[in-house]
């Protein structure tokens, strides 16, 4: 088959298609595209699927596809199924700059879509309460079904059975998805799974296209993570007052949890210096890239007003709000989209699919953390328009977020026939149960995932920089030199550069740390520190951690309030800060708890 009648010689992209394809690849289609659009016409299958990194141009790859099949007269009906309502309008916009004529407002009570239109756009769940309307439609014409994140097949037993049934009799299927599948065994429909060497199933791609491939393309922005740790104090319901350090590693998970959501409070001051170093940064970056936004995501609709509220006293001018019960949320989104306002606040919808491509910086204000839900919303930001474009995300300098950000070229089959445990054993947390509960305020989940707690206090420090896998910066109070080091990092850089700048500040820091430790020597030489032992410290934290453990057993005294307790007696800062001789000091007060001396 020739290059020309394979990629449609008759069919053209509007140029906007072009202008966004990687750079030395073909001029209409990027090269993964046109791989993975030879790889599909040669398997001739009835299923394909794609996965490719969010931001790379699946839709485009689709919509060729589709082109190309109505073209041949394989088919003459084309259904797409996506998440969301707003998505739907995505995919009917797109497909209509190729000449594809798709109704994004069909009902399931219409019956028929309008005249004029070669199909329709529906969401999953419109699928899963009419399967049998859909089935008709599907049957009475030759129907390639384009399933738009098809890990949504596995979101409820009855969408999944739902999807099965309305779309089994399609001529072609193709499913799409661009994040880490599900970490439940829910099977997704269309998805077919191989047996590996250790007995369980796990889906197979048909054609493969990951972050990494794509950054090293220059497809998607390189995306640097800026993590804001600092001290936290709450009071449980219990009474009991508490105080850690956020990302302190001595604690327990329960802890963290607690100091995170602490920390996300809107009536502390973490998030309002993060929201402000945020939009530093933005302001440094819209100094090459002139219309760049940024976007919150927060985790209800009252932290995204009061959010919303910070960013006006820091910037001067409102945000652009989107709440899910908003008539006009998706007005919203494509206003925003079109225009050049600096920063727009969303409660988790804008996560998954929504195209705004001028966002550049982003802060992660939820508490949400699953792989899949972290995986769409830095989605958000990596979608390239040219070369040299980066993004930055802030976000709260917690174990599991450190780890998902420095996972961030990390690709995962959906896998079948584990153990009822191997969440636990994975590290995963369960997914939301539905999209559209993504998609809303939940009340009932917040009862359960807020439990009662009061927020005292939260103040934020410079933590580090996470990239490409690796750790950078030496942390700092904010407004320090460390912090502005980062902040300042030009707006156009891509990978490499990146890499190289990031190492460079690095060294600069560790050489003005040095400089200032000769200076203090040499003000004070009998009082010079001798040079820290890493591995010394480590083994004192943990030795301190085991007895805090066995003292909490002990008094029924929880983790924080033991930790909080030897601080306020013995002084010093939190474990993560202290040195070798406030460790020991805080050993010795517990050996005297153990043997009754207070």
Wanted: hydrophobic share 40%.
């Amino acid at each position: 088959m020739s290059s020309e009648t394979l990629f449609g010689a008759g069919a053209s992209l509007p140029p906007a298609y072009p202008e966004r394809a990687a750079w030395g690849t073909a001029p209409k289609l990027r090269q993964w595209q046109a791989e993975a659009l030879e790889k599909y016409f040669e398997s001739n299958a009835s299923d394909f699927l794609a996965v490719a990194t969010p931001g790379a141009g699946k839709t485009t790859f689709a919509l060729r596809v589709a082109n190309e099949l109505v073209e041949r007269g394989i088919v003459n009906r084309i259904t797409v199924v996506a998440p969301t309502d707003h998505l739907k309008r995505q995919w009917a916009d797109a497909a209509a700059k190729v000449g594809l004529a798709i109704d994004p407002n069909f009902k399931n009570a219409d019956g028929r879509h309008g005249h004029g239109f070669i199909g329709v756009a529906v969401t999953y769940a419109q699928v899963a309460s009419k399967p049998m309307l859909h089935r008709a439609k599907t049957e009475a014409a030759r129907t390639l079904v384009i399933l738009d994140e098809i890990h949504h097949g596995g979101d409820a037993l009855s969408w999944g059975d739902g999807i099965r049934e309305a779309f089994e009799p399609a001529v072609k299927r193709l499913s799409l998805t661009g994040t880490p599948f599900r970490s439940d065994t829910a099977a997704i429909p269309f998805v077919e799974y191989v047996e590996d060497g250790d007995g369980i199933r796990r889906s197979k791609a048909d054609y493969t296209y990951g972050y990494g491939q794509a950054l090293k393309d220059h497809v998607v922005r390189p995306v640097m993570f800026m993590a804001y740790s600092g001290q936290m104090r709450w009071r449980t319901s219990a009474g009991d007052e508490m105080a850690a350090s956020l990302g302190e590693a001595a604690v327990t998970k329960d802890i963290t949890a607690q100091a995170w959501r602490t920390a996300l409070n809107p009536t502390g001051e973490w998030i309002p210096a993060v929201l402000a170093a945020a939009d530093r940064r933005l302001t440094e970056v819209r100094r090459s890239v002139p219309d760049a936004g940024g976007l919150v995501i927060a985790t209800d609709h009252d932290d995204a007003r009061a959010y919303a509220g910070w960013l006006k006293k820091i910037m001067g001018e409102s945000p652009t709000v989107i709440l899910s019960d908003d008539a006009k949320a998706s007005e919203k989104i494509e206003e925003f989209s079109a225009g050049t306002q600096r920063w727009m606040v969303a409660v988790r919808m804008v996560s998954e699919g929504v195209d705004v491509p001028r966002l550049a910086v982003g802060v992660y204000a939820t508490s949400t953390a699953t792989p899949l839900f972290f995986a769409q919303a830095v989605g958000r930001f990596v979608r390239a328009r040219k070369r040299g474009e980066t993004a930055s995300v802030f976000l709260p300098s917690v174990p599991n977020l450190m780890a998902l950000a420095n996972q961030m070229e990390v690709e995962r089959d959906h896998a079948l026939d584990r153990p009822d445990n191997h969440l636990e054993e994975e590290g995963f947390g369960l997914e939301d149960s539905l999209m559209e509960a993504a998609n809303r305020e939940e009340k009932a989940s917040g009862e359960l995932t807020k439990q009662k707690f009061e927020a005292l206090e939260s103040q934020a420090s410079f933590d580090r920089v996470l990239f490409d896998g690796g750790e950078f910066g030496t942390g700092g109070a904010l407004g320090s030199e460390e912090e502005q080091d980062f902040l300042g990092i030009p707006g156009l850089l891509d990978a490499d550069q990146m890499s190289t700048l990031l190492r460079q500040r690095q060294h600069e820091q560790l050489s003005r740390r040095g400089r200032r430790s000769g200076a203090a020597a040499e003000a004070a030489p009998a009082e010079a520190p001798e040079v820290v032992d890493h591995r010394r410290l480590t083994e004192l934290r943990a030795e301190l951690a085991k007895n805090v453990s066995a003292w909490s057993a002990r008094s029924g005294m929880p983790h924080g309030v033991v930790h909080s307790e030897l601080r306020r007696i013995c002084g010093g800062p939190p474990v993560a800060q202290a040195n070798e001789e406030q460790l020991n000091k805080r050993l010795k007060k517990l050996q005297d708890w153990f043997i009754g001396r207070k």
